[in-house]
Nanobody, 113 residues
Framework: QVQLVESGGGLVQPGGSLRLSCAASGFTFSRYAMFWYRQAPGKERELVASISSAGGVPNYLDSVKGRFTISRDNTKQILYLQMNSLKPEDTAVYYC??????WGKGTRVTVSS
């Protein structure tokens, strides 16, 4: 069965960096575009970044452009989100998404001094 397991979240000061990972199993990872979403407290879940099956054509939420980078390792079946210059408004639970509707449990990112 499809499993998505996120990791790498934590508490970081404004301006800091984190790298999120999503380990995928139960499907042929290299065949699918993949997505990172986030949900901040009291807000709806929003799409942060997407990447094509081969690793090209990344797309980003306007507010994270130039700060976040999505990438993937199809050999290891891992999706990444490198987050730099973090801001308090990036605080959220970050989720990995398979386009058929599968979700991980999320990893919490808190940006605070």
């Amino acid at each position: 069965q499809v499993q998505l397991v996120e990791s790498g979240g934590g508490l970081v000061q404004p301006g800091g960096s984190l790298r999120l990972s999503c380990a995928a199993s139960g499907f042929t990872f290299s065949r699918y575009a993949m997505f990172w979403y986030r949900q901040a407290p009291g807000k709806e879940r929003e799409l942060v970044a997407s990447i094509s099956s081969a690793g090209g054509v990344p797309n980003y939420l306007d507010s994270v452009k130039g700060r976040f980078t999505i990438s993937r390792d199809n050999t290891k079946q891992i999706l990444y989100l490198q987050m730099n210059s973090l801001k308090p408004e990036d605080t959220a639970v970050y989720y990995c998404n398979h386009p058929s509707g599968y979700w991980g449990k999320g990893t919490r990112v808190t940006v605070s001094s």
